[in-house]
């Protein structure tokens, strides 16, 4: 992707600069982590059937705990949903909630696991490092006659990435509570 031959390791670590930093941009962009880890938060219970964890795939649910101890008799569902027929004990930030969740990185251990991480974060990661590395992220023109002109965008949010990036990104984007 950036034509570098394998034996110049010289930009090694600028490179992994810019895959953590593009990494965080993106978490930020999507209100969530992706990395599987053990994970705890603490959510409202609104008598609703449903309760949304951030940091999904879901792996092990270790403990939800409410306000009258823990609370069980729950299924797992897609995309980090808990369905719970008797609904969730109502309460503002009443349920305390520890699990592991997110995908395998290409970053973790190779010999461990196969990454799980989709493939369009993936890809959205390697062009913002791309971005990032080689000066480009926030261009929106570039003139080169004898003179070099350069005109930068400026982001309305902290989280606003890249047009192609944030097309990526938008459906692991976290839009619950």
Request: glycine share 8%; net charge negative; aromatic share 8%.
């Amino acid at each position: 992707m950036l034509y570098i031959p394998d034996t110049d390791t010289s930009q090694d670590d600028e490179l992994m600069f810019a895959l953590a930093a593009a990494s965080d941009a993106i978490e930020g962009h999507c209100n969530r982590k992706f990395g599987k880890s053990s994970y705890t938060e603490r959510r409202s219970g609104t008598n609703s059937k449903h309760l949304a964890l951030r940091n999904f795939p879901i792996h092990e649910i270790t403990e939800i705990t409410g306000p009258h101890g823990p609370v069980v008799g729950f299924t797992e569902l897609e995309d980090g949903i808990l369905f719970r027929q008797e609904g969730w004990p109502k309460g503002e930030y009443n349920l305390l909630t520890s699990y592991i969740g997110g995908y395998d990185l290409p970053s973790d251990n190779p010999t461990a696991n196969t990454p799980t991480l989709p493939n369009t974060l993936e890809m959205a990661c390697l062009m913002l490092a791309k971005m990032m590395h080689t000066g480009q992220w926030g261009k929106l023109s570039e003139r080169i006659d004898g003179e070099y002109t350069a005109t930068f965008d400026t982001a309305e949010r902290e989280t606003d990435l890249p047009p192609a990036i944030q097309a990526l990104c938008d459906r692991h984007v976290w839009r619950l509570g």
